[in-house]
Nanobody, 111 residues
């Protein structure tokens, strides 16, 4: 059974940083593209960043230069380092692998 467990969310002031982690189990982690999504009330879930098996990354335009996705295949973990956070980054952040989702972690950025 696949499990994705996110951690690292919280409340931070604008300009601050947070690091999200997602620990995966139940699949061969290194074989999968891993992704971070986010969602705010009333809006569709949107892709924030993803990283493929080779470590090639992709970001939505609004987070380029501020967020960094990385993976540690030995630890079955994917990370999202978020710097220079803005109030518009406030959302529930979800980790995804294939068709599986984590439970989400709240990120709140105060102005």
């Amino acid at each position: 059974q696949v499990q994705l467990v996110e951690s690292g969310g919280g409340l931070v002031q604008a300009g601050g940083s947070l690091r999200l982690s997602c620990a995966a189990s139940g699949r061969t982690f290194s074989s999968y593209i891993m992704a971070w999504f986010r969602q705010t009330p009333g809006k569709q879930r949107e892709l924030v960043a993803d990283i493929n098996r080779s470590g090639i990354t992709n970001y939505r335009d609004s987070v380029k230069g501020r967020f960094t996705i990385s993976r540690d295949n030995a630890k079955n973990t994917v990370y999202l380092q978020m710097n220079n956070l803005k109030p518009e980054d406030t959302a529930v952040y979800y980790c995804a692998m294939d068709s599986y989702w984590g439970q989400g972690t709240q990120v709140t950025v105060s102005s």
